[in-house]
């Protein structure tokens, strides 16, 4: 019998803040939310933020003057919004206008004439070109001095404007390393320790009791990013360290990996010596490690899978990357679109525009996060449900005009995933009762591509009117972490009922396929119960294509109880009920500014002294069950015992 992987935990950070407790989802909405709703997301973007500081129950700013939760709006609301979501990249990244470059000089001494230098004996090259005549300072032993004749090639230090000033950036003043020990660490990992930290706290259930539930091989981490880790701390510096005149560190090259998030994870924060390990697909590569994930608890070998993606990519040799393949939005190209001789903030903030008259994706960072449990074990444990998954489908795109482009696959795995949630909620369930959160990147090729491809589907599966969403709109586009966006902000639709709306779509262009889609500029209200499964839709460069199912609460619930029964649901909500109020506990501690990273260094770690082992299990300290070595053969019929 095949286990349900339930989502049991999500969290990260991404622009629009925190992503436990759909805070980032209600920054994204916040325009139709309650109040209520959305005071403690303020509050705790304005800690985050360094607005605010918690201190002896009450919220005070820099002048130690108190504001109340339900006055933060009031006071920094203005702040908030334009410091968070999409905007002019902040000077903590860089300087946009003065970006330190290198610029290569060819000098020639004119006729006879010799250039003449003094420099230290230690900053000579290790070889001297043959046009150099050096000699000894007379004065001075430290120094030598250079003649040189002819031609002489040198860097002088510059700087200059970048062309893609807009991104999506975390809230600004946010350090995600401020919440354990961090030092030497690249941004990318700092966000993924953040996100995986927020993503556990955000269970309600101690680590060390899941730990005691499974079997140390029960557990899988499937992380990683896309580019790596590229600040300095990482391969940029390995990159840029002889260029430069510096010394490759010990630590540059393996923070430079791509499964270095996973490797973190387990060595860490919850000290996994079950499956670990990451694929990369691109953009789609959330889903990609997603679907490793599910088949794992589905087969039943894994009990517990953590799936999450963290990406930095806000430097200025990945962006220019980028914009030499004419993909970003860029500044001139904003122009023309607005037709403005200047770019405000609403330019930036509506830079990408998904299935409207757009130019190019907006770069951002992101780290997400989501734990998955089998039914069997939500039911032991009382973990809360926050959805399921339905299924993964990943396809190629076969021969291919351009590496860049769209291709043909991306109508296989949405054709698959229609297919198998028809199977498993019905045909009315499916025509009236899902939406699809879709790649929306904002490029021209991607708004006539994935919506004649989404088109159609609905068609072909008779959905009139098929609601859409594209959360790049409000959050830019991180990469391998993209899916992880979509799906956590579906899951708020689920909470608050809302299905939030292409904010930037003011015209639908011309090129877009929509007669069988709901796309709107306005958020879509369908009630927090209306909603059985989201579809999410991933594309990315090489052919990489991915389409997940994520069932809804209400539905994951009822499949439990089909399988095990009502009193077995019946039981799991007395368990469930602490669980959430030690949810809420951790919540509201990090709306507070309070809640710390997990980050245990050197703790727990086992050797050779600590192997206790028979033929038939392997027991591993710090663990209540044993790694079961009692196995029978993966090829039953053709066993030759």
């Given amino acids: 019998m095949a286990h349900l992987p339930v989502i049991v935990g999500f969290g990260g950070i991404n622009s629009a803040g925190r992503t436990s407790f759909y805070h980032s989802y209600r920054r994204m909405t916040i325009d139709r939310l309650a109040a209520s709703d959305t005071a403690d997301t303020m509050a705790g973007l304005a800690t985050m933020m360094g607005l605010l500081r918690y201190e002896n129950g009450r919220f005070l700013d820099s002048e130690g003057t108190e504001c109340p939760v339900k006055k933060v709006s009031d006071r920094f609301g203005k702040t908030i919004l334009e410091h968070t979501l999409l905007r002019r990249i902040e000077p903590e990244h ?11 000089i060819h000098a020639n001494s004119p006729g006879d004439a010799l250039i003449r230098l003094q420099t230290t004996k230690k900053d000579l090259p290790n070889h ?7 000699t000894a300072d007379k004065q001075d032993d430290d120094l030598v001095n ?28 946010f350090d995600p390393g401020a919440g354990y020990n961090s030092r030497h660490h690249p941004r990318g990992l700092k966000m993924a320790v953040y996100g995986a930290s927020d993503a556990i706290n955000s269970m309600g259930i101690d680590w060390e009791t899941i730990r005691q539930a499974v079997r140390p091989d029960e557990i899988g981490v499937y992380a990683g990013s896309g ?166 489908f990943i396809k190629a795109d076969g021969f291919k005009k351009s590496i860049s482009s769209p291709g043909f696959g991306n109508y296989l795995t949405l054709a698959k995933a229609l297919a198998s949630t028809r199977a498993t909620l019905g045909e009315k369930r499916l025509r009236q009762r899902t939406f699809m959160s879709s790649h929306g990147s904002g490029t021209p090729l991607n ?17 009139e009117k098929w609601p859409l969403s594209a959360v790049k709109c409000y959050i830019g586009h991180p990469l391998t972490p993209a899916a992880g966006d979509q799906i956590v902000t579906a899951l708020g639709t689920w909470k608050y009922g809302l299905i939030p709306g292409i904010f930037t779509l003011d015209k639908i262009a011309d090129d877009v396929k929509a007669s069988n889609l709901l796309l ?55 368990l469930n009920e602490p669980v959430v109020e030690k949810a809420d506990l951790y919540d509201q501690e990090a709306v507070r500014g309070l809640a710390k990273s997990t980050y245990r260094d050197s703790e727990r770690v086992l050797n050779d002294s600590d192997l206790d082992m028979t033929d038939r299990q392997l027991n591993v300290p710090g663990y209540d069950k044993p790694v079961d070595l009692d196995l029978s053969s993966p090829y039953p019929d053709m066993n030759l015992d």
């Fill in 94 to 104: 860089f300087d946009v206008d003065h970006t330190p470059v290198n610029k290569q």
């Fill in 128 to 134: 001297i070109p043959d046009n150099w005549k050096v």
């Fill in 146 to 173: 250079i003649e040189i004749s002819g031609e002489l090639s040198f860097m002088v230090a510059d700087g200059k404007s970048m062309a893609v000033q807009t991104a999506g950036q975390l809230p600004a003043g």
């Fill in 227 to 392: 580019h790596g880790q590229m600040h300095d701390e990482g391969g940029g510096g390995l990159m840029k360290a002889h260029v430069l005149g510096k010394r490759t560190s010990s630590k540059h090259l393996p923070l430079s990996l791509l499964d270095m998030p996973s490797n973190f994870i387990n060595a860490y924060i919850i000290g996994n010596i079950g499956h670990t390990g990451t694929q990369k697909a691109a953009c789609a590569t959330f889903l990609y490690n997603l679907e490793l994930g599910m088949n794992e608890i589905r087969s039943g070998r894994r009990r517990v899978a953590i799936i999450g993606n963290s990406e930095a990519p806000l430097i200025p040799e990945i962006i220019d990357g980028y914009k030499a393949m004419s993909a970003l939005a860029d500044d001139s190209r904003l122009l023309t679109l607005n037709h403005a001789t200047e770019l405000t903030h609403k330019h930036r903030a509506w830079s990408c525009r998904p299935f409207g008259e757009n130019c190019g994706f907006t770069l951002a960072e992101s780290s997400q996060y989501i734990i998955l449990f089998d039914d069997r074990l939500v039911l032991e444990t009382g973990a809360q449900i926050f959805g399921s998954i339905g299924d993964v």
């Fill in 447 to 463: 708004r006539s591509t994935e919506s004649h491809g989404l088109n159609e589907m609905a068609k072909v599966f008779g959905i």
């Fill in 520 to 574: 709107s500029q306005e958020h879509i209200e369908v009630g927090p119960d209306s909603m059985d499964a989201a579809f999410i839709n991933s594309k990315g460069f090489g052919g990489n294509n991915a389409t997940g199912v994520v069932l809804s609460p209400q539905v994951t619930l009822q499949m439990i109880e089909k399988k095990h029964g009502s009193n077995a649901v019946t039981s799991y909500r007395s």
